[in-house]
């Protein structure tokens, strides 16, 4: 061990409190995503380097290659890579899988990716992400896309961040509406207007009018942009901008069911039509996600994703989806920072069971296997200390019971919430503790 | 995707039922580790390959090198490999964060790791284990080392795995036992007397005299290996071999107070002393254990672990622990492929929310929401197709019940268990269907 330890760079790991906030964080996303029907799956950490490669982007030399350290020809010809995101393993799944699964598939999948870039506030280099899809052979109804800022709300309203917002568009709202006014390079386009945020509607404008636009259609585009409604009330200001196009008119009228069925289902003002959104310009078709938490915005998007015409194609067949993806280290490790998150305790342990010496150490044990096994976590004082000791050592981990054992000359076991310090008379085997204190609570500043 | 898609050998995935199987293994693990008092950690993926080196045996030439793909200085600096079990990485956490952990330091982790070796039946290069350790500064009473088995026991009752043994052994016992018949190469006679299961008593007694010892003594290491009780029994039968040494009574006292503490927290037969288990000749240094399914004998140990005295050190300072390890893949394909292991359903959902008319979908959309609301997993029909096409949607699935809201022309929603066809009126804010319904549950053959 003569090795200096130093943190790895981009590889964050958790204390015990901190990792009960995340853990909470992940039971929250898990539940949400089963009460909506998607089925949890795993992929395998590696995949072939070439299936790899020109997936990600930007990301091709941030892929970390995998091989065995002392391997002779097994090492060599491995080409393994570890996976950057969970798309890439989803779409290689359902092709290998295609004839075992049932379509619409609804999958769940929480796992950690890993990726070389240069790590900075909020961009790690080992993070899990936690993603929901629903992919379709051929073809896939829209109003699936209704499905995932509903899930994203709930999962949210769960969950310490304070208000947020899920923005979602409709790729085909600005496509068409650009089409409309004689724009035809969409993708430059929605790059330039994607820059609103960082250069303003001054800056949009005149690199549009750079790249060819007239002065009025750079005008149209930014009054597009400028459209965000927590209802469907964007559907007029869009039509009042006078611009008509098949697909402007597919887009709004999806979004607008996006929207209807939020509202049913979430509280107001969560959910909301923001028409700046762009979001994976040449991957999404349809609907587009993005979560900004309030107050928080330059923290970027914390969950998003979108409707896609293609994760996977076998030649024949191709599989068209929707999806989104939580963020959960990047999330966690802000609130982590930003906002103190953390939990009352180090340890799951509710009662700290006392020893009142080495002799009863056995009578100490009964008892916690007696709370035990009405699902009341807790643990044996380590030593026959003196009481106001073992008290200590509860506090130090923030555990708010500490059991007393009758020693049988006495009147009984006894239990003292050491947070108030009132004690009382108690049994085993039908004591109970509010529920909340039957695990750790989250706290943030 | 023209890349032609193979499994990838000893990296196992799951389909979503068997994946359910898998997680309600892993939910189980947890629960306990958490009733016990134990906190959860991660440690990251990667470790410094000098790190890694040397500290797995034989593991060297299996460890998974690390490097970016396409890195200049970085990737060639950066020397790292994936971690092929959860001690390494463990070790190195509790030396990195001393200060910031309370000790003792009750910590689970369940987490992959990666090895390089040749796959076979139960041999994995990607596979994930469920750890808990107690580890202390300088010192730890030796009442820890009972714990271990009744967590053992405590998970294996609550998984679908037939009848099992905890076997536990306390390496002083024969330590002591091997110096008390005037034997002193310690390793070599537990190493020859380990190869019992293997060679047979014939075979480890010619080994025995090969390595130096008189026939009388072979006799009496086998004799010693042969004792087997499922209560503190074994210390008469030790007694009785006639052997006496400090180390020999100080095991049996520690093995008897294990087994005490485990005879009043588990079921009679489940946690038996059995002085031929060996384990981990280097390492432990107080009670060993490992876990057979009987009748399944021949798949090895799916559990194992024991006491340490040096977990980590930083020189001034050593952490002695007592720590078990859980084989979740091992045992999870071994189910999977042995006994047909797999759950009732391939989603989560227990109910499909049937949709009446396109016009109807928002209507279906609430009842799942109300539903969600109460903790009921479900999804609405990806299409208003006639009834009969919906109810086969959930059956392929496994989907316990179809629920089809009023059209406010008849009398109201109705809901069908399509395992019995019983069908009756139902209202989505007070409708409750039996708890096993609530999940997919486990099946074996």
Known sequence: MATKITPISGFPELLPRERFAEQHVLDVVRRTFELHGYAGIETRAVEPVERLVGKGGDADKEIYAVSRLAGGEDARDASLGLHFDLTVPFARYVLENAGKLDFPFRRYQIQKSWRGERPQEGRFREFTQADIDVVDIGSLPAHFEAEMPIVLAEIFEQLPVGDFRVRCNNRKIPQGFYLGIGLTDIVTTLRIVDKLDKVGAAGVRAMLVEAGATA???????????????????????????????????????????????????????????????????????????????????????????????????????????????????????????????????TPSAVLVAVTDDAGRPRSAAVATALRARGIPCEVAPKADRFGKQIRYADRRGIPYVWFPGTGDDDGDQVKDIRSGAQVPAQAQTWTCPDEDLRPALRTD
């Not at 259609?217 to 611009?243: K, N, P």
């Not at 309030?294 to 994703?305: H, K, M, N, Q």
């Not at 280290?329 to 939990?343: D, E, M, P, S």
């Open 216 to 346: 009025q259609q750079a005008e149209q585009c930014l009054a597009l942009a400028e459209i965000s409604t927590a209802d469907g009330g964007f559907v007029d200001q869009v039509r009042a901008l006078g611009v008509d196009h098949p697909l402007l008119q597919e887009g709004l009228q999806t979004l607008a069911e996006v929207m209807s069925a939020a509202s049913a289902a979430t509280r107001p003002g969560r959910v909301v039509a923001d028409l700046s959104v762009a979001r994976g310009l040449d991957y999404y078709t349809g609907t587009v996600y993005e979560t900004q938490l309030v107050g928080f915005e330059s923290w970027g998007s914390v969950a998003g994703g979108g409707r896609y015409d293609a994760l996977a194609s076998d030649g024949a067949t191709t599989y068209p989806g929707v999806g989104i993806s939580v963020g959960i280290t990047r999330l966690v490790q802000l609130l982590i920072a930003r906002r103190g998150l953390t939990t009352t305790r180090s």
